[in-house]
């Protein structure tokens, strides 16, 4: 089996202190004896680079269960979403609407390819981005809009795609936390003309690093494929009719992933298992939100977040720390990416910006226990007293 330590290493990085060896950490990859023996095997054939089976069987596997034609593996999810960024040709003097709560990668994305990330407000119960205020920041230079399922619910593509096809935009999903969420059955991955995901330690599924793009567009799959082999075109060696990237993923890597997606559903029955669990041991606690699950949506929690509001008496910073003491991991919602220095904004975004003040991720991994679950609900029902 895989040592504890080492699948512990990547969340002891930012401590200061030693942690308690109870200490239940915010997420924790599920590896098993699967990924060691396709690992190995990648080793022994010494396909270890791009070439080998398992880059073509992941893909195929992946491209399935999201229910879309093509899945073109990258390096990882900010690839990803440079790559299907860059294909659709997006560039300098292009807009993209990007939400102005998510992770940085959504607007670096955009910012590498030259274009201007300009960001829209969310909804304050799904917290994903918000169709009106999209609709008032469209531009004559606007090319597409980035809606980013965040923390796991999907963003309103209904909402989103009308608005896309009334100004003929391109809707790239970031799907890098929604691995398995859907609307109305409908998995993400897509719901727009292209997606990306994130194989990271912390996503749904892993490949160390890793990353896939997703579409039904043949033509766009055929563009991302040479765009991430250096721009060199499948019929001439060494022949490149423009400037590419290497994004591509190791065999070593789609091993891992190749394996994962044999318990993909089972992470995901898990992950529901547990936000029911934190459903109701959560219930009632006066100034303590939890999350949302739109009629028709399917949320599959990647991070189960919950708001930290008054009357409750500890303030969400506070709360951080009181379960840290008890031996729990949490973080905070993530900052307003116009509030960051390469992006600062005028007019900070309202229902962002108040969501990052008190929104917070608890541990939410798919090896929680019953038993660590309901000790994190006591905990917070405890310092409510
Ligand atoms: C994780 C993540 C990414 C980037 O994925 P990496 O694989 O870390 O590059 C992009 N967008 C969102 C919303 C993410 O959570």
């Avoid at 318990?263 to 109701?280: C, D, N, P, S, V």
């Avoid at 798919?366 to 660590?372: H, K, Y």
Wanted: aromatic share 8%; hydrophobic share 40%.
């Amino acid at each position: 089996m895989i040592p504890t330590q080492l699948s512990l290493l990547p969340f002891l990085e930012h401590e200061q202190s030693p942690r308690p060896a109870n200490f239940i950490p915010v997420y924790e990859p599920w590896l098993g004896d699967l990924e060691l023996e396709y690992v190995t095997e990648a080793v022994r054939s010494s396909w270890i680079s791009s070439l080998g089976k398992y880059v073509q069987q992941f893909e195929a596997q992946f491209a399935r269960f999201c229910g879309v034609a093509h899945g073109i593996s990258t390096s990882n999810g900010t690839t990803a979403l440079h790559l299907a960024l860059h294909a659709l040709g997006i560039g300098p003097g292009d807009e993209v609407i990007v939400p102005a709560l998510t992770f940085v990668a959504s607007a670096n994305a955009v910012h590498y390819t030259g274009a201007t990330p300009v960001f829209a407000d969310v909804d304050p119960v799904t917290w994903t981005l918000d169709p009106n205020d999209v609709a008032r920041r469209i531009t004559p230079r606007t090319r597409a809009i980035m809606p980013v399922h965040l923390y796991g619910h999907p963003a309103p593509m209904d909402a989103i795609n009308e608005l896309a096809r009334a100004h003929n935009l391109w809707v790239v999903e970031d799907a890098a936390e929604a691995h398995g969420a859907a609307i109305r059955g409908r998995r993400t991955g897509g719901l727009g003309h292209v997606a990306a995901f994130s194989f990271f330690a912390n996503k749904v599924i892993t490949t160390g690093e890793g990353g896939m793009v997703t579409t039904n567009d043949e033509a766009l799959a055929n563009r991302c494929r040479m765009l991430r082999d250096h721009a060199m075109p499948p019929e001439s060696r060494y022949w490149h009719n423009e400037v590419g990237f290497n994004y591509r993923l190791t065999n070593l890597q789609a091993a891992v992933g190749v394996a994962q997606m044999t318990r993909i559903e089972e992470f995901l029955r898990r992950k529901r298992t547990i936000a029911g669990l934190y459903q109701t041991g959560l219930a009632d606690i006066p100034g303590i939100t939890l999350p949302t699950e739109a009629p028709g949506y399917t949320n599959i929690f990647w991070m189960y977040s919950i708001l930290v509001q008054k009357p409750y008496p500890l303030s969400r910073d506070e709360l951080i720390v009181a379960l840290r003491a008890e031996g729990i991991d949490s973080r905070p919602f993530f900052h307003p990416l116009d509030t960051l220095p390469p992006y600062r904004s005028a007019e900070p975004r309202p229902t962002a910006l108040a969501l990052s003040r008190v929104g917070l991720n608890l541990p939410s991994s798919p090896r929680l226990t019953d038993g660590q679950v309901a000790f994190i609900c006591e905990t917070i029902r405890k310092l409510a007293r």
